[in-house]
C-alpha cells in the first residue's frame, strides 16, 4: 500500500528563508510524486511532479524537489520566502501501476513572517 | 482553456436531506475524480471515471454517494440522507489519459465544494 508520510503540520519562516518542506513516501517501487499547493477556500494547484526523468525537478514561484531514492524522499525547497508563498502543500504519490489513484499526505501550513 | 469547475462552492443543508454537486472538467479531459477533503487532512480519493465508465470506487463511498457521468462530459456527486460526518470539501479534477510526455497522470483540480450539514 502507498503512504505518504510530510513531516511538520505547521512550518514558519521568515521572508527570505529557505523554505523546506518534508516529505516521504513508502513504496516498493519508485511511485510518480507531486506537489500540489492550496490557498485557504480553494482547490489545489500543481506545482510540480517527478516522472522518473530528472531527479531534480523545477517547479512554478522558484520551487523545487529532488527525488532520492535511497531515503525514499521527495522534499520541497525555495531558497527565498515571500510573503506570498504562506499555504498549504500537499504531497503526493501516484503508484505505477494505478496512476488513477493519488494518495495525499496530510499537508503542511507555511507560514511567511514579515 | 478553462479549467476544471464545481458547483455549488458552498452548501449548507440540514442532516437527512440530500445534496447534489456538479464537475465540468477540462474540456478534452476523459478521466474525472472526486476526492473528499476534511480539515486537516489531505484529499480522500473516491471514485474515478473514463469517460462514462466508472471504474473505481472507495469504499469511503458509501451506499449513500453516488456518482454519474452519463455523456462523458460533466459529472454529478450525490451524497443522499446527509449526516454531519459529511462534512468536507468535495473536490473534482480531471486528467487526459496517456498523455504524450509519457509523464503519467497529472491530475487538475477544481476549487472544491464545501458541504456543512447542520
Known amino acids: 500500500a502507498q503512504s505518504v508520510t510530510q513531516l511538520g503540520s505547521h512550518v514558519s519562516v521568515s521572508e527570505g528563508a529557505l523554505v523546506l518542506l518534508r516529505c516521504n513516501y513508502s513504496?516498493?517501487?519508485?511511485?510518480?510524486l507531486f506537489w500540489y499547493v492550496q490557498y485557504p477556500n480553494q482547490g489545489l494547484q500543481l506545482l510540480l511532479k517527478y516522472t522518473s526523468a530528472a531527479t531534480l525537478v523545477k517547479g512554478i514561484n522558484g520551487f523545487e524537489a529532488e527525488f532520492k531514492k535511497s531515503e525514499t524522499s521527495f522534499h520541497l525547497t525555495k531558497p527565498s520566502a515571500h510573503m506570498s508563498d504562506a499555504a498549504e502543500y500537499f504531497c503526493?504519490?501516484?503508484?505505477?501501476?494505478?496512476?488513477?489513484?493519488?494518495?495525499f499526505g496530510s499537508g503542511t501550513k507555511l507560514n511567511v513572517k514579515p | 482553456d478553462t479549467g476544471v469547475s464545481q458547483d455549488p462552492r458552498h452548501k449548507i443543508t440540514k442532516r437527512g436531506q440530500n445534496v447534489t454537486f456538479r464537475c465540468d472538467p477540462i474540456?478534452?479531459?476523459?478521466?474525472l475524480y472526486w476526492y473528499r477533503q476534511t480539515l486537516g487532512q489531505g484529499p480522500e480519493f473516491l471514485t474515478y471515471?473514463?469517460?462514462?465508465?466508472?471504474?473505481?470506487k472507495s469504499r469511503l463511498l458509501s451506499d449513500r454517494f453516488s456518482a454519474e457521468r452519463p455523456k462523458g462530459s460533466f459529472s454529478t456527486l450525490e451524497i443522499q440522507r446527509t449526516e454531519q460526518g459529511d462534512s468536507a470539501m468535495y473536490l473534482c479534477?480531471?486528467?487526459?489519459?496517456?498523455?504524450?510526455?509519457?509523464?503519467?497522470?497529472?491530475?487538475?483540480f477544481g476549487e472544491g465544494s464545501w458541504l456543512t450539514v447542520v
Open positions: 471515471f473514463q469517460n462514462e465508465a466508472q471504474l473505481e
Open positions: 513504496s516498493s517501487v519508485p511511485p510518480y
Open positions: 474540456s478534452e479531459h476523459n478521466r
Open positions: 503526493a504519490v501516484s503508484p505505477l501501476y494505478n496512476f488513477n489513484k493519488f494518495y
Open positions: 479534477a480531471s486528467s487526459l489519459a496517456g498523455d504524450r510526455d509519457g509523464s503519467g497522470n497529472t491530475i487538475y
